[in-house]
């Protein structure tokens, strides 16, 4: 099974897939100082929260090898997005490692990168004995190696459930307004081999309701310390219908996603995006002139809605609190 490589170390460079340009083409940029990644974070050719942690990381290393101001560039970096917590989290751990050396800033940087590709395995383990043999798995949005750098969180699951013989296929929300559902989840599923169909948002919770999906898999970019979900906007009311026909709703994501700091969901900062991406379509305007929209990045699912936290360090269940506590403190005593 073949997986992407959204970003590569070069020394002197970090090479990104431009994920704006996919499906349609295969071209990356090399950005060769924390502001060149910033931009890109910022106009999504990388995005999914670990992956904007981790590019942010090699950020602070090539400012540390260029000696330039590594603090300023790490406010900068911060600023870039405000929901995903594995930005700060990443760029705080390179902070503290980097004492004014580069080496040790870019051991830091890759330290990070590698272990995100060894918690994506766990987490498809772990997920995958969730799903039940012969099973339709929704997803929406791309919680895939396009926004881990592994195998991916939730696409983790899927694949290793297709790699287990448990799946029959995928059901990929195309996520308007700017389809990383359609555009990035099904080029991966694509070139990974497993069998997958693209429905429109909308579509989701009709197909729930007919009894056609066994589990839904998303991924998070925050989870508060009682378990409430801050993903994709829509991901919300796909627990919603999932809650109300009795579709085990399960969020995969590592430990690095969970904030602690925050104590449950209304804390969490929504971006808000430019009105221009909901307004038009495939470049193209869809709606009167002087239209106006609302275009928040993220949505909060409440922890009640959750059936299960799928983590490297193992599958968290309700009540949130104890187990998101009790997981932390293992992993704080295992470091
Ligand atoms: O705006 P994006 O494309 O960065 O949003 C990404 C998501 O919402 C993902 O589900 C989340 O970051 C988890 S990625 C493993």
Request: proline share 5%; glycine share 8%.
């Amino acid at each position: 099974m073949t997986h992407p490589q959204p970003i590569a170390w070069r020394g002197d460079c970090l090479r990104i897939l431009d994920q704006t340009r996919l499906p349609a083409a295969v071209e990356y940029v090399d950005a060769r100082s924390a502001a060149d990644v910033a931009d890109a974070i910022r106009r999504l050719a990388v995005r999914g929260a670990p992956l904007i942690g981790i590019a942010a990381a090699y950020a602070l290393a090539l400012e540390a090898r260029n000696g330039a101001d590594v603090r300023a560039a790490a406010a900068e970096l911060v600023a870039t997005r405000p929901t995903a917590v594995n930005l700060r989290w990443a760029v705080d751990r390179v902070l503290a490692a980097w004492d004014g050396d580069p080496a040790r800033a870019e051991a830091e940087a890759a330290r990070i990168h590698r272990e995100q590709i060894e918690a994506d395995e766990r987490i498809g383990r772990f997920g995958a004995d969730l799903i039940v043999a012969n099973a339709t798995v929704l997803t929406h949005c791309n919680a895939g190696g396009l926004a881990t750098g592994g195998i991916g969180t939730a696409l983790g699951v899927i694949k290793t459930a297709h790699v287990g013989g448990k799946l029959v296929r995928a059901l990929v929300d195309e996520t308007r307004p700017l389809l990383q559902g359609a555009r990035l989840t099904a080029w991966e599923l694509e070139q990974a081999g497993v069998p997958y169909e693209v429905i429109v948002d909308a579509a989701a919770a009709g197909i729930i309701a007919r009894g056609n999906v066994q589990a839904i898999v998303v991924g998070a970019d925050r989870i508060a310390a009682n378990g409430d979900v801050a993903n994709k906007v829509g991901t919300y009311g796909l627990a919603l219908a999932a809650a109300a026909h009795s579709v085990p709703f399960y969020v995969a994501a590592p430990l690095s996603t969970i904030d602690v700091a925050t104590p449950t969901g209304a804390g969490v900062g929504i971006e808000e995006r430019d009105d221009a991406e909901v307004l038009a379509f495939a470049g193209k305007s869809i709606a009167p002139d002087g239209s106006a929209a609302r275009n928040p990045a993220f949505d909060v699912t409440p922890a009640a809605l959750v059936t299960a936290i799928i983590t490297e360090r193992g599958v968290l269940r309700p009540p949130y609190g104890a187990s998101i506590a009790a997981s932390m403190k293992q992993a704080v005593a295992a470091s």
